[in-house]
């Protein structure tokens, strides 16, 4: 193992160690949350402080990097997709939880690779499993409320013909509606009841769930607040494109299937064989990391599986 991997691995120790002591306890939030509240003013005839309407964010519960990362704009984006994910995590323990796992990919790849950059490469494959994570819990929200839409398409349609006013409707939707369309739609009423113009509540639930089919859905609502017509039948037509949309989405995932699973089997294919020949014959793969050769064929067998995933990628991605 090389110096400058263990200085790397030193650090990244360093730095997990001192997140996760330095964090403070339970008991000292509430003091510090209880403390904060003692200077501030409160107007008579006032139920409600102004605290209790702003939505607060913590980014870290460590003050230092909490001021850090508000200033950053990758970590303003991370936010962003832990929020959309629906996950109980902070920007700060996410950076955390990523620093572990490179440490121990680390450890393992330079005490078993040790080929000073190709060491490195199961710490860093093991350091976005949090970010993989975050992706698929927020794709796995976004395909629910794809096809959760519609229904509430329909829903807001008749809620209209039964004479409820727009954001009535919108009020019928959250309390009808399951996880996770009924709470963002309850979110979008407590924020227009809170005094945000529709246009702007309307534009922060697309700004949550960018998708195709709700920008659709908010563009034909937003126009015809603004040039008039039947809202009702509007909707209606936007429910039935949704749901053929839908059914070339479904149909669409079962064509490419094959191509999916082919590119999975061989990307995964030449990391399993090089684990399976190690623990079946020992020291079989050593030739690749004593030789410079073999430095050589391990960088280009590396770039052709990414291009080849790219093409892969390219092949099965049908537009629609």
């Not at 980014?59 to 230092?64: A, L, Q, V, Y």
């Not at 909707?235 to 082919?262: E, F, P, Y």
Request: charged share 20%.
């Amino acid at each position: 193992m090389s110096m400058i991997s263990i200085f790397f691995i030193v650090l990244i120790a360093a730095f997990a160690t001192i997140a996760y002591f330095t964090e403070p306890s339970e008991a000292e939030k509430r003091v510090q949350e209880r403390l904060s509240t003692l200077g501030r003013p409160v107007m008579q005839g006032d139920d409600e402080t102004p605290s209790a309407i702003v939505r607060q964010v913590t980014f870290s519960r460590i003050g230092w990097l909490d001021r850090y990362l508000r200033q950053s704009g990758p970590a303003l984006q991370l936010q962003l997709w832990i929020e959309q994910a629906k996950l109980p995590w902070t920007v700060g323990r996410f950076v955390f939880y990523s620093a572990c796992f490179m440490l121990v990919g680390a450890i393992v790849g330079n005490w078993w690779i040790p080929v000073g950059f190709v060491g490195w490469i199961i710490g860093l494959i093991l350091g976005l499993c949090p970010l993989v994570y975050v992706g698929f819990q927020r794709n796995k929200r976004f395909n629910q409320f794809d096809l959760q839409l519609p229904d509430a398409i329909d829903l807001i349609a008749r809620a209209l013909r039964a004479g409820h006013s727009l954001p009535s409707a919108l009020v019928t939707v959250a309390e009808e509606m399951a996880e996770p369309l009924g709470p963002e739609f309850q979110r979008c009423a407590d924020e227009m009841n809170f005094g945000l113009p529709f246009r702007e509540s309307m534009l922060n639930l697309f700004r949550r769930f960018p998708l195709p089919d709700l920008q659709f859905v908010i563009t034909a609502i937003l126009i015809q607040r603004e040039t008039g017509g039947n809202l009702p039948e509007l909707l209606d037509k936007t429910a039935t494109v949704l749901r053929s949309r839908i059914q070339l989405q479904q149909k669409v995932r079962v064509h490419t299937a094959q191509g999916r699973m082919t590119g999975a089997v061989l990307i995964a294919m030449p990391f399993i064989a090089f684990i399976l020949l190690n623990l079946v014959r020992p020291g079989y793969t050593a030739p690749l990391f004593e030789s410079e050769t073999g430095h050589k064929l391990i960088y280009a067998t590396l770039g052709s599986m990414a291009i080849g995933t790219l093409v892969i990628r390219r092949i099965i991605q049908v537009k629609y």
